[in-house]
């Protein structure tokens, strides 16, 4: 079995890269070692909410690294605009409305092997394809197929672009 683990994030939930395996494993159905199993603080994982009181995972387990798949491909296509109107050309189609479509099972697999089905992964595209969608908002006619910005890792272009609301309710962007 081979288990990714993002070093970076599991520092910034102040998770052990063993205490993660254990929950992987608990979350997948696997037995694992005695001697991992003894590496891990199981009371710690209770307190800190990864485990309720019976030491099942609990949401907060679930909500970061669980999620199924489709359910987060589901989450891009209704935010990713699927049709705009170009200046030049009128009415353009960006991708079927119905994420089980055929016409979008190649951005379907492209997006599962972007983000490895991980939730974090899934998560920051989305904040920053929001970001891209309030900056380019005067010109969504030029957004790009969604096949084409995923290929493209569009998203990435926007990673130093903070939005910042004012008082009077206008966003402002700053690099």
């Known amino acids: 079995m081979k288990i990714e683990i993002d070093l970076e994030l599991l520092e910034d939930i102040d998770l052990h890269p063993n205490e993660y395996i254990a929950l992987h494993c608990k979350h997948k159905g ?25 030491y099942e995972l609990t949401d907060k387990w679930l909500d970061m690294f669980a999620a199924d798949f489709n359910d987060l491909f589901r989450e891009l296509i209704e935010i990713y605009p699927a049709v705009v109107e170009s200046p030049n050309r009128g009415r353009r189609v960006l991708h ?58 569009t998203w990435e272009k926007y990673i130093d672009i903070e939005l910042k609301e004012e008082n009077n309710g206008r966003i402002t962007r700053s690099l």
Do not use: C
């Open 30 to 54: 696997i037995d694992i070692t005695e001697s991992l199993d003894e590496s891990v603080n199981y009371q710690f994982l209770r307190i800190e909410g990864w485990l309720d009181d019976e």
């Open 96 to 153: 079927a409305k119905d994420p089980d479509a055929y016409t979008n099972m190649k951005s379907k697999n492209r997006y599962r092997k972007i983000t490895g089905e991980k939730v974090s992964k899934h998560k920051e595209i989305i904040r920053l394809l929001k970001v891209q969608l309030e900056t380019d908002k005067d010109s969504l006619g030029y957004l790009q197929n969604l096949e084409t910005w995923l290929n493209n890792y």
